[in-house]
């Protein structure tokens, strides 16, 4: 049994941790993405993983929207944020309240996965954009013990990964806040895994690094001049805009992004969340006195409770209401999804057989450089057919 055809899963596991008869696991493909693996022989056909299913069971919202451009009044604190530093803002007020924050960490080897904080010297964990699929595990159930214990909780996550926890959770709990992101779509764990060796060996005989910040600001934030940063023990650095970055540029080409990326369901203003929050990219253009070049939040407050958090923070940070049919013109992440990549297939071919290094493989595949069999050309012709044959579909 399949419960969504692979291509349209998105990973977040709502059915592995609801599953009656426990015999869904998540197991990773061939691209280093999980899927739900159903053991056939325990599964009672009581389709209750269809039910829940986010992609399955997209519920509509009617909500009233606002969008704002907020900047956190914390320097420190925003300098360490991918945009304007609001999701510390939030998270800070619910630590306050003795409840806990999950959202996603690096872990030592630079996995990510979804973590409790409770501690707000431990935020920093959170803070940040990590450029691959986190690994959910069974964080579902801690929330719902939680909520249940009467403890507020915030979420933090991908628009699918809030999606599925609301789908799992069956029903609305007045102490649960969720935060969504404005999501271009997420790489493949194996290949970031790929990358941070490939980097790590280039930059310091493979010793890995102490941080990276993959939208570190030492170079800017506006006009998209944010950096890709690993700093390492020794005092190593590199530092290269995301524009010369090949994690980025595959990432950004859509070569390494889920499948389900390409239609997402969960694009768009009306969301399941409370907040949304992305980049206010064009924020330079729309009110420069919004812009400092340290980072801007695109806000969107979907829900009263989320008017209410905002109505508490207000003095933290500053922040001016936006028109919200102009808010997402310079990121069209909030509302288009992006197509993947007609080389994804080879791209992967080419780093299982690790014969060549990743930045070779990812300026061959975007054509930057000629292979010796001319797959250069070769694959721009490729990808010139599969538009066409894609239009005429
Ligand atoms: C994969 C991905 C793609 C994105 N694409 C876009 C885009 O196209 N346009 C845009 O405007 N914004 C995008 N964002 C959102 C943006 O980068 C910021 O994360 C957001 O603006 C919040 O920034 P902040 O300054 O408020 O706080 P930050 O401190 O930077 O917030 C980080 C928050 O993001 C969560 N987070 C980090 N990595 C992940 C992850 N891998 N999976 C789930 N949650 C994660 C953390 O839990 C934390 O809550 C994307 C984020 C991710 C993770
Ligand atoms: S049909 Fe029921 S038992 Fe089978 S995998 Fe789905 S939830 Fe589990
Ligand atoms: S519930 Fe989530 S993980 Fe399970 S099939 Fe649906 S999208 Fe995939
Ligand atoms: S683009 Fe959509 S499906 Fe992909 S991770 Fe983001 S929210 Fe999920």
Known sequence: MKITENEHCVGCTACANSCPEHCITMESDREGFYYPQIDEKKCCNCNYCKK???VLNKKKTNKENHAYAIINKDNKIRMESTSGGFFSVVAMYILKKQGIVVGAEYDKQFNVNHIVVEDIKNLYKLRGAKYTQSNLGTIFQIIKENLVNGRNVLFSGTSCQVAGLKNFLGKKYENLLCIDLVCHGVPSPKI???????????????????????RSKKTGWSNYSYSVQFVYNNGKEYLKSSGEDPFMRAFISNLSIRSSCAECKFRGIDRDSDFTLGDFWGIWNQDKSMDDNK????????????????NDIKEEVSMKEMDIDKSWIENPSVMKSVELHCNKNLFYEEI??????????????????????????????SCLVHRFLKRRR
């Open 52 to 54: 829940i299913c986010p």
């Open 192 to 214: 970031w895994e790929e990358y941070i060796k490939y980097r790590a060996e280039q930059d310091n005989k493979g010793i890995y690094p102490e941080l990276i910040n993959l």
């Open 295 to 310: 980072g801007t939040s695109l806000v969107y407050v979907h829900t009263k409770k989320a008017m209410q958090v905002l």
């Open 352 to 381: 299982d057989k690790k014969e060549k290094e990743f930045k070779v493989i990812v300026d061959e595949i975007l054509g930057e450089i000629k292979n010796e069999n001319n797959n250069y050309t070769k694959s721009k012709i």
